[in-house]
């Protein structure tokens, strides 16, 4: 049934019986769509063993009773018993007590405690804190001799400053290995420092981190310090690296996926970068608790494009409850600057409770001259695709005082590869296949592909019969005459020969709920510098420049920031047009809800843009006309305050590139529905024009070319908007639609 439960996973993936995970309290999660009660119910959850003589747990979702959050929506977060017993479970979910459902792709692993370790001090070696000694072969050899358990160890740096600054024996690349099953664990993050001398990879070619996580390692109470003073152009060295180079990592004996590393309650003070991976896949990885200040971006969790022998993976991971501080680093000629986290895949990924805090000066070089805030907070790019994500009850703060687009939470189509040249017409499908003329590209960031590269890449059907379905693929062949994809889940109607298609990975299932991003002064400083003056100034965005689909944007609240912005494209290979290349960023049923926008970044300058903004382009390439990018947006019950967007516009759908060729009334966006929101304050005289596009007056819904098709205006409230401009409309069918129950202030 359409209002049931739908669960699509749990976090964390794995629990103890007693014990936390990663400092974490005893909690797991269920994610998906439908999850809040049905009046005066309580969500519930059951946990089932499968071993059916062992007994089931039946526990009731958490609320927080806040009409304003939207969580319990997508969240159903319950207690876990004081003991669990070990096993595995399948786990139910029901929003009534009565009908249950299970979730099937994924069962809760319920693990023993965790054995006492054996534990090597690092002063039982003949080193000591707070004498300035280099401390190396120390933690070497405690290293060393805890790898040799049965069970692994725990090297455990005392209370003092130990000092690092010898890496002539290091790995390359690699620094101090740290073996599967090995634990660094000081006395409290407060007590016990680690410094990286400020010489520490200097006899290395390329930069090398401090550590090198093999998998099974916690590290936690310790402040990592870097004592080198970078530079813009300085060497990228990090302090933890999930798994070697890939390249390097040629023992048979070695890990090729890096899995169940928790890193909490540390501190890391002013690395390049503090948490990195060499292109290895990551499965489970718990960051929590953690205070990062890196110079550059803390978490750099990208994986490798020219790792062909194993597909970049973050899965079934949680990065939670971590306070983020900028760094000094600021390169205006390239918009360049600090950035908390950027992630370049994920599956199953909780990325709550966080903060970046650009308020904070404390791990600034020069906290009185260096410039302070953040070039962005949290970032998204698909060097794989970002499947089940939860982005929620983050704070971002100050995320433009540097420079550059400022984002809070951006997803973003970077490292995105793509199938074919321009979108292919469909040639025959079955059940779970589909056939198209091709040829597949054949070489992708500089290499040639391997026979299974697009495995993984997802098919979305962008014209035709079946529009709006997107589907994984599982496997490919190619013949003479084609290719053909078979895909999973199968269809739910069948592609017919003349549809057309598109191949490239996605953001699925991503959930923005209930952040909070704040750019007002005297909190921030509003310093978004600019190389020239007709560059774009703003911050505080939550962006969708990205191939996605069945995803929301929910609940969220922005103060003085750029707001919300969906930006979908379509580009084809074509001699009429040089400049462009393949690149898709279609966007098909994503939920833009119940989102507050409280003022623009600077509501007076036409290069500052806000409000919720569908921008979007499509190539002049008649030899392939553009499909539908975008379809079956809905933006509702939103409140828009004193924000606009490109071109004017509380809500609008604008081109910010081309719109296809001639006649130009494709249908390049169709069918979104705009109902149900509030409109305040957008009022007075366009700002005068400095950038490229210029606004075209203060508007309340703005649909701006042909291009825009069969829009629905349905029962928006227009406050303090004069009445001529509630709705500028250059669309294509528009309809607008009054409800018999309102009134007045209705921008229909």
């Known amino acids: ?94 929003r009534d007590g009565v009908s249950w459902v299970r979730l099937d792709e994924q069962k809760l692993s319920v693990r023993p405690d965790p054995e006492q370790t054996v534990e090597f001090p690092v002063s039982r070696y003949g080193c000591f804190p707070n004498d300035g000694k280099d401390d190396t072969r120390c933690v070497y050899d405690a290293i060393r001799d805890a790898a040799e358990g049965p069970l692994g160890g725990t090297v455990l740096f005392g209370k003092g400053v130990w000092n690092l600054s010898d890496s002539s024996a290091t790995q390359f690349r690699a620094g101090i290995v740290v073996p599967e099953g090995v634990n660094l ?134 990065v939670a409850f971590n306070t983020f501080r900028p760094g000094s680093y600021m390169d205006v000629s390239i918009r360049q600057g600090t950035i908390a986290s950027q992630i370049g895949a994920s599956r199953r990924l909780d990325f709550s409770g966080n903060t970046a805090d650009g308020t904070s000066t404390k791990f600034l070089y020069n906290p009185a001259t260096d410039p302070k805030g953040w070039r962005a907070a949290f970032f998204w790019h698909l060097r794989n695709n970002q499947e089940k994500v939860l982005v929620s009850e983050n704070t971002a703060t100050c995320t433009a005082d540097k420079t550059g687009d400022g984002e809070a939470i951006a997803f973003d189509n970077n490292h995105n590869t793509f199938a074919f040249s321009k979108a292919q017409k469909v040639l025959a499908a ?77 953001f699925w299932q991503v959930y923005t709920v209930d952040n909070l991003v704040d750019h007002r002064s005297p909190l921030c400083l509003k310093s978004n510098r600019k190389s020239r003056p007709t560059d774009p100034e703003g911050g505080g965005v939550i962006g969708m420049w990205a191939q996605a689909a069945d995803s929301v944007i929910e609940g969220n609240h922005q103060y003085d920031t750029s707001g919300i912005t969906l930006h979908s494209f379509y580009s084809a290979v074509d001699s009429v047009c040089p400049e462009c290349k393949a690149s898709t960023f279609f ?86 529905l705009v109902h149900h929101n509030v409109i305040k304050d957008v009022v007075g005289a366009a700002p005068i024009k400095t950038c490229v596009g210029g606004q075209l007056g203060r508007v309340g819904l703005l649909t701006n070319a042909a291009t825009v098709w069969n829009t629905s205006l349905y029962s928006n409230t227009c406050t303090n908007v004069a009445s001529q401009l509630r709705v500028k409309d250059k669309g294509s069918n528009t309809q607008k639609i009054t409800a018999s129950s309102v009134s007045s202030g209705v921008c229909e």
């Open 185 to 318: 664990i000081g006395e409290t993050a407060a007590a016990t420092t680690v410094i990286r001398g400020a010489r520490w990879d200097d006899k290395h070619q390329g930069p090398s981190p401090t550590f090198t996580l093999m998998g099974r390692n916690t590290v936690q109470g310790i402040t990592f310090k870097d004592a080198r003073k970078y530079k813009s152009t300085a060497r990228r060295a990090s302090i933890l690296q999930l798994g070697k180079i890939w390249y390097t990592a040629n023992d048979e004996k070695e890990p090729k996926t890096v899995k169940d590393v928790v890193i909490t309650k540390n501190v890391f003070d002013k690395p390049f970068r503090a948490v990195v991976n060499g292109g290895l896949p990551v499965e489970r990885l718990f960051l929590t608790y953690n205070e990062f200040g890196a110079y550059d971006t803390a978490l750099f969790i990208d994986g490798d494009p020219n790792n062909l022998k194993e597909k970049f993976h973050m899965d079934d991971s949680v």
């Open 587 to 672: 966007q098909y049923f994503l939920e833009v809800r119940g989102n507050t926008i409280d003022h623009e970044y600077n509501w007076n300058s036409d290069c500052s843009w806000s409000g919720i903004m569908a921008s979007y382009g499509a190539s002049p390439t008649p030899a392939s006309t553009p499909p539908i990018a975008a379809y079956g947006i809905s933006i509702a019950r939103n409140t828009v305050i004193q924000a606009d967007g490109f071109a004017g516009g509380a809500i609008s759908m604008v081109p910010s590139w081309w719109d296809g060729p001639t006649p130009n009334k494709w249908k390049v966006i169709n069918n979104t």
């Open 1 to 94: 049934m359409i209002n049931d439960a739908r669960p699509l996973w749990i976090s964390p993936a794995y629990v103890y019986e007693t014990d936390s995970v990663a400092s974490l309290p005893r909690y797991l999660k269920v994610i998906g769509r439908n999850l809040q009660p049905v009046p005066g119910k309580l969500t519930q959850v059951r946990l089932v063993n499968v071993d059916p003589s062992k007994p089931a747990y039946t526990l009731s979702a958490s609320d927080d009773g806040n009409p304003d959050t939207a969580i319990e929506h997508y969240v159903a977060r319950v207690d876990l018993p004081a003991v669990l017993p070990a096993g595995v479970y399948t786990v139910e979910v029901s």
């Open 430 to 506: 079955t059940y779970d296949t589909v056939r198209v003329p091709g040829p597949l590209v054949k070489r992708q960031n500089g290499k040639p592909t391997s026979s299974s590269y697009y495995d993984e890449h997802w098919v979305q059907i962008a014209q035709g019969r079946g529009l709006g379905q997107v589907r994984r693929i599982v496997s490919y062949q190619t013949d003479a005459a084609g290719v053909t994809l078979t895909v999973s889940p199968a269809w739910d109607v069948f592609p017919k020969a003349g549809s057309r298609l598109t191949v490239g990975r996605e």
